[in-house]
T-cell receptor
């Protein structure tokens, strides 16, 4: 599985935007960029995903570099409930190959949000 | 309704015992997974079943045996528990047909004493 690199931790103030970076220089053409987050004492939850174009949903935005070697998860207005570990993961788009949809988690970025 | 539910949420047991963790999903997914999160918070896949067939079996001691009676259930049985088995175990489900995100359960915190 292609590897991703994220900062160990980041801090933000409430109501401010947060940009969480992720490097994935060995990404292949069939890899989607997924973001999951894990709130304290909970299981991981899906945030957003993309392939080449920038993506927006109700939770966040995903900005993908033109060469796809990096991406940035954007939380437009951080709240205290956004404090979590954020994981950037590369995942094959379908069942082809031997990945079978599994998620390979790295260490993630611990996001602290200050009131 | 909880999409992916695990029982029990907490499990404290002595070394050498045998225990099971149950998982059920009501999302209609065809694939279920077990992940382990150790004390350093690393999440790692252990097993995956697709339509009751084992498709992923990472390097896990054979004391761990998953069982899938149907595609909505994936249980994890652990024999001869050891101190190092203490961790949080997460069940997840997704679909391998088309695009599907993975949904995770709330986790089972296993403590072996």
């Amino acid at each position: 599985d292609a590897k991703t690199t994220q900062p160990n931790s980041m801090e933000s103030n409430e109501e401010e935007p947060v940009h969480l970076p992720c490097n994935h220089s060995t990404i292949s053409g069939t890899d989607y960029i997924h973001w999951y987050r894990q709130l304290p004492s909970q299981g991981p939850e899906y945030v957003i995903h993309g392939l080449t174009s920038n993506v927006n949903n109700r939770m966040a935005s995903l900005a993908i570099a033109e060469d796809r070697k990096s991406s940035t998860l954007i939380l437009h207005r951080a709240t205290l409930r956004d404090a979590a570990v954020y994981y950037c993961i590369l995942r094959r788009t379908n069942a082809g190959g031997t990945s079978y949809g599994k998620l390979t988690f790295g260490q993630g970025t611990i996001l602290t949000v200050h009131p | 309704d909880t999409a992916v539910s695990q029982t029990p949420k907490y499990l404290v047991t002595q070394m050498g015992n045998d225990k099971s963790i149950k998982c059920e999903q009501n999302l209609g997914h065809d694939t279920m997974y077990w992940y382990k999160q150790d004390s350093k918070k690393f999440l790692k896949i252990m097993f995956s079943y697709n339509n009751k067939e084992l498709i992923i079996n990472e390097t896990v001691p054979n004391r761990f045996s998953p069982k899938s009676p149907d595609k909505a259930h994936l249980n994890l049985h652990i024999n001869s528990l050891e101190l190092g088995d203490s961790a949080v175990y997460f069940c997840a489900s997704s679909s391998l047909t088309g695009f599907s995100v993975a949904f995770f359960g709330q986790g089972t915190r296993l403590t072996v004493v």
